[in-house]
């Protein structure tokens, strides 16, 4: 009977063991989904920085040209100016 006691104090302790376990694992499962959740969060922001950024540099690209053009037409009136000998 003793025997029969003690196994069933062993198996006691081993479900003790593997409830421990669980939650451990449930813990360690709802850490993670925080973490992909946050991840989440943070992949949307670059995502949007990015677009931010090629927009930026398409308008930087833009912004460039438009210099040249105003650059080579103030050189267009100042030869015309030397030319009237001002």
Known sequence: MTSELERIKILEGKISQVIDYI?????ENEKLRQQIKELK??????????KRVGKADADLKRYEGEREILKGKIEAIINQIDQIGI
């Open 23 to 27: 939650n451990k694992l449930t813990s």
């Open 41 to 50: 969060a943070e992949r949307k922001d670059f995502e949007e920085q990015v």
